[in-house]
């Protein structure tokens, strides 16, 4: 079975601090993506990678980093976290092509303080 | 751009009956899949179904079906026999076949679904 972890599952973190949300898959998939998912809001693309090194903005990239230095591990940053990050990061990895479906992780719920 | 529009935010459904949960789409591509996603409550998001966009004959996977009705750009899931375990946040998702689009997905907002014993 895939498999596609997160480092936490639930976090709290205080204003300002740099906060790394740790995702690892074991399908040597090509594409990673984080999500971040809202009441009412639904899935949000952050950032996505379609390689190592390679990394692509989705639709709400201000405020968050990434990177992908493995294929298997990618790693959202956020450089100093605020109170309005406070949501549930999901990853996901899935194959660059092809009718595979996305596989996602346990998510992570952060909470800023 | 590709846009997913799930216009329930909220259904119930009793026991053992029927439901049937709306998206629609707009993309001018001709070819794309499309896809149902489940996330139960506190639990990890599945694939429930997927349709490739050049096959007319509508997915099934027990007892999820899917109508896709493509010159109408829906694509609505239909639950059978529905069961205590179906409840959970639904997400259609589109995704194009292109590569310049790498393998990225376009999520609705997503319906949850009740099931009342």
């Known amino acids: 079975d895939v498999k596609v972890t997160q480092s936490s599952r639930y976090l709290v973190k205080r204003t300002g601090e740099k906060v790394f949300l740790e995702c690892v898959q074991d399908?040597?998939?090509?594409?990673m993506f984080w999500y971040r998912q809202d009441p009412g809001l639904g899935l949000r693309l952050i950032y996505f990678s379609y390689d190592v090194k390679m990394k692509e903005k989705g639709d709400i990239p201000e405020g968050y980093s990434v990177s992908r230095e493995k294929k298997e591990r990618f790693s959202l940053i956020l450089e100093s976290a605020s109170t309005n990050q406070t949501s549930m990061y999901l990853c996901?990895?899935?194959?660059?092509?092809?009718?595979?479906?996305?596989?996602f992780g346990p998510g992570t719920r952060l909470t800023v303080l | 751009a590709q846009t997913v529009t799930q216009s329930q935010p909220e259904m119930s459904v009793q026991e053992a009956e029927t439901v049937t949960l709306s998206c629609t789409y707009d993309?001018?591509?001709?070819?794309?899949?499309l896809f149902w996603y489940k996330q139960p409550p506190s639990r990890q998001m599945i694939l429930v179904i997927r349709?490739?966009?050049?096959?007319?004959q509508n997915a099934t996977e027990n007892r999820f079906s899917v109508n896709f009705q493509k010159a109408a750009k829906s694509f609505s899931l239909k639950i059978s026999d529905s069961q205590l375990g179906d409840a959970a946040m639904y997400f259609c998702a589109y995704r194009s076949p292109y590569n310049t689009n790498a393998g990225k997905s376009t999520f609705g907002d997503g319906t949850t679904l009740t099931v009342k014993p």
């Open positions: 993309t001018s591509e001709s070819d794309y899949y």
């Open positions: 996901a990895s899935g194959r660059l092509l092809g009718t595979d479906e996305q596989f």
């Open positions: 399908m040597d998939h090509e594409n």
């Open positions: 349709q490739e966009a050049y096959k007319q």
